[in-house]
C-alpha cells in the first residue's frame, strides 16, 4: 500500500500541503511507496493537524 497523498505515475508528486511537493527519490523508496508511509514527517504532520474522524476517511485527507 502506497501513501494516499502520492500522485503520478511518471512524475511523483505529494499533495498533502496545499503546495506541490516532489519527494526526492530516497523519500520516494523510504516512504511513499510502501506501507512506511506513515514515518513521513509530511503524513505525520498532517495527520497530527488533523481531527480523528478525518483521519480514518481518505476523502478528507486532501483538504
Do not use: W
Not at 7 to 33: H, L, N, Q
Not at 34 to 59: H, V, W
Amino acid at each position: 500500500m502506497h501513501c494516499p497523498f502520492l500522485t503520478g505515475k511518471y512524475f511523483k508528486s505529494c499533495t498533502v500541503s496545499r503546495e506541490v511537493y516532489v519527494p526526492s527519490a530516497f523519500e520516494t523508496e523510504e516512504y511513499c511507496t510502501d506501507s512506511r508511509y506513515t514515518l513521513c514527517p509530511f503524513y505525520a504532520k498532517r495527520q497530527s493537524e488533523l481531527g480523528p474522524m478525518r483521519r480514518k476517511n481518505p476523502i478528507f485527507a486532501g483538504r
